[in-house]
């Protein structure tokens, strides 16, 4: 499937993933990158398309996850929470310390959001935390990722 340029750019901004990241990954310039989101110009290679369209999938996969967990709480505490804590990360450097998983932290930080956004539409207060603000917190929504 062919992404339409409109579509590349909103998966790329969606999942994190800068115009930068999305270069290097690519082994091209940011400029190449810009060409793929302008209209008129080149289409982005299917290679990178398509691990764009991975990268999506696994965003969607994380956010149904968490969303599954604030039902599970819902089903055993009866109601649903007034709030959920989810975890923010201040920089890579952040992330490399606290963070469960290699990644980037800015992806980790777009799924957070996103999952805020979903929460807060079902009237549940979304609350963003940065790992060493709450050790013992911290260990806790580690433990359910």
């Not at 993933?17 to 302008?38: D, F, H, N, P, T």
């Not at 982005?44 to 996969?61: F, G, R, S, T």
């Not at 963070?99 to 979304?126: C, F």
């Amino acid at each position: 499937m062919t992404l339409s340029k409109a579509q590349f750019r909103e998966t790329r901004e969606r999942c994190g993933i800068s115009q930068q990241m999305l270069a290097s990954r690519a082994g091209v310039k940011v400029l190449s990158v810009k060409r793929w989101e302008k209209p008129g110009e080149a289409e982005a290679p299917a290679d990178v398309q398509a691990w764009l369209e991975h990268m999506l999938n696994l965003h969607i996969q994380a956010v149904e996850a968490a969303l599954d967990a604030v039902d599970e709480m819902t089903e055993t505490q009866g109601h649903a929470p007034s709030h959920v804590d989810l975890l923010y990360y201040r920089s890579q450097a952040h992330y490399d310390t606290y963070g469960r998983d290699k990644g980037d932290y800015a992806i980790a930080n777009a799924r957070s959001r996103e999952i805020a956004a979903i929460l807060e539409a079902q009237g549940i207060e979304a609350r963003f935390a940065y790992p060493e603000d709450d050790e013992t917190g911290f260990q806790r929504l580690a433990n359910t990722r």
